[in-house]
């Protein structure tokens, strides 16, 4: 089978970064990113706010969640790929509801960097632990894209890799 988008994404992000065994992909649409993580071994709870065909997929409206889908708050976080749309309130809203210390990690666009709205309303609240930008594009995209963590409270300088 020919690595696809996510499958390769996905890899490139474990073969660099430890996340912890407990995954939200709160945006998972057909579950493509869920699926891999799952092959990996990971323990994955999948939503997003229409099941556009993964069986796995629980329809919730995530801006609208206030609990964690696990039975534990330790070794949990968030890795998904938002719509562009909702970036900055998926990042906040996560950062609110997740306990302290605990990983948000998006794949968007690097032009998600840019702008007065995201510098005010995302980094300049001081959350953006570390970006890791691919080197090269994605299968099936024109578009550059990195993968964004952030961590509350975060006592870090922000950097900045190439994958």
Known sequence: MKPNFYSIAIDKLLETYPVPRNIWDCSCEQGLLSKRLIEKGYNVFSSGNSNKGYELCH??????????????LDDVCIITKP???????YINHALDILPLGALVIFLMKTNML??????????????????????????????AFAWFIFQKPNYRETTIDWI
């Open 59 to 72: 329809e919730m409206d995530f801006l609208k969640t206030t609990y964690i889908p696990f039975d534990t």
């Open 114 to 143: 840019e702008g007065d709205e995201q510098l005010q309303n995302i980094y300049r609240k001081g959350y953006l632990r570390h970006v890791f930008q691919f080197s090269d594009r994605l299968p099936g995209s024109s578009d």
């Open 83 to 89: 719509n562009a749309k909702v970036c900055g309130s």
